[in-house]
T-cell receptor, first 114, second 113 residues
Framework: DTAVSQTPKYLVTQMGNDKSIKCEQNLGHDTMYWYKQDSKKFLKIMFSYNNKELIINETVPNRFSPKSPDKAHLNLHINSLELGDSAVYFC?????????????FGEGSWLTVV | AQSVTQLDSQVPVFEEAPVELRCNYSSSVSVYLFWYVQYPNQGLQLLLKYLSGSTLVKGINGFEAEFNKSQTSFHLRKPSVHISDTAEYFCAVSGGNDYKLSFGAGTTVTVRA
């Protein structure tokens, strides 16, 4: 069973479109995240949610809107896509907000904006 | 806030040779240190982590790392690599009241026959 699963894995879309990436974890974790990996492979946190509540928003443009319908799901919606949004987006989860917890990552969603 | 610096961006190595990937951290509080591996076109997988206790940490796939507080380092080692170890390796840190991971820039390991 996949612990953290996200769909789609690959997404090619035109500038200006709106797209969503879905994420689900079956680990029973309270905390979920979205990370962005740029073309130089640098990983940066975008958002974190704990029990469906937003905890961190790392100065991400308003065009990015996460939604957590329940603590097992954290979806990412992106409006008005720009070329610079092309990246790999990783969903992740951890047991809770205790420092030192292992963070489990999904397989990634490769977004290409053309 | 915590941060990590991975000192090598690329490490080419021959099969069955040893490899060491260097990671230094910066923090004013106690830290938790992690090494993750990313195989091509895949997500990140935890190799090992240091929370406390023994400074030598053993992980999966024959990897180990040593926490050195005086040198603020957490270097990753493997005594004999395989072709399948070709991947991107990330050092990461959390600590104090900060639960989120801050990642280094990554080290690309390429194993050649």
């Amino acid at each position: 069973d996949t612990a953290v699963s996200q769909t789609p894995k690959y997404l090619v879309t035109q500038m200006g479109n709106d797209k969503s990436i879905k994420c689900e974890q079956n680990l029973g974790h309270d905390t979920m995240y979205w990370y962005k990996q740029d073309s130089k492979k640098f990983l940066k946190i975008m958002f974190s949610y704990n029990n469906k509540e937003l905890i961190i928003n790392e100065t991400v443009p308003n065009r990015f809107s996460p939604k957590s319908p329940d603590k097992a799901h954290l979806n990412l919606h992106i409006n008005s896509l720009e070329l610079g949004d092309s990246a790999v987006y990783f969903c992740a989860s951890s047991q809770d907000l205790v420092p030192g917890n292992t963070i489990y990552f999904g397989e990634g969603s490769w977004l290409t904006v053309v | 806030a915590q941060s990590v610096t991975q000192l090598d961006s690329q490490v080419p190595v021959f099969e069955e040779a040893p490899v060491e990937l260097r990671c230094n951290y910066s923090s004013s509080v106690s830290v938790y240190l992690f090494w993750y591996v990313q195989y091509p076109n895949q997500g990140l997988q935890l190799l090992l982590k240091y929370l406390s206790g023994s400074t030598l940490v053993k992980g999966i796939n024959g990897f180990e790392a040593e926490f050195n507080k005086s040198q603020t380092s957490f270097h990753l080692r493997k005594p004999s690599v395989h072709i399948s170890d070709t991947a991107e390796y990330f050092c990461a840190v959390s600590g104090g009241n900060d639960y989120k991971l801050s990642f280094g820039a990554g080290t690309t390991v390429t194993v050649r026959a």
